[in-house]
């Protein structure tokens, strides 16, 4: 049979695969429930930006968080869910630290912190080994251990670099389970990153 043949057989496959989850998308009651859900998770994350209490700022994201982790296990996200767990956790221990830390030690990394990174990695790695979904899992693995790797560090050019990374994995990964939702706040949040990235380019350039 011609090249072409299965060319056309691999779009009509693909055609009918995709048609196929639409399907289940627009009638299952779970997968609704889900991205409802997810819009509450990104509604608590927006209202971060309007608070400037830093206690305040930490609880809501935590429970942005566990909305987050919420609509992943819905839809089967089980690597997902568990390494925002991970974050969670991340996020409480560094809060305590930074806030114990005299003014002058808090802009640069010491031998603790090279020793905490190296837990959070490989946390995130037993975890993902643990919930493994396929291939896809990797993606959600990548997104946590490079946004962990990304405010550990003090570079703020690399922050933005790897922010960017992160919230490509995880596009990647929220469209492998198809939570549309997600990868809508999730782009919008790439986009935001990216103009970040051009305006501290442009303010180094006039600098």
Known sequence: MSTNFYQLNFIISCFTMTTMSIQSIQFDSIYILSQIITILALALLVWTY?????????????????????????????TGAATIVIAIVRDITSKIIYE??????????????????????????????????????????????????????KNQLFYRIL???????????????????GVVSESILLAMIIVGLVKFLNGKKAG
């Open 50 to 78: 309007f608070i400037t209490n830093r206690n305040k700022q930490l609880y809501i994201i935590i429970s942005s968080n566990l909305f987050y982790i919420m609509s992943m296990l819905l839809l089967g996200g089980y």
């Open 100 to 153: 114990n830390r005299p003014p002058e030690a808090r802009l640069k990394n010491t031998r603790f912190d090279y020793y905490l990174l190296a837990l959070w990695i490989s946390l995130l790695s037993i975890v993902t080994y643990f919930t493994w979904n396929g291939f896809i899992s990797l993606f959600a693995f990548a997104a946590l251990a490079l946004f962990t790797v990304s405010v550990w560090q």
């Open 163 to 181: 922010g960017i990374v992160s919230a490509i994995c995880w596009i990647i990964y929220l469209g492998g389970i198809l939570n549309i939702a």
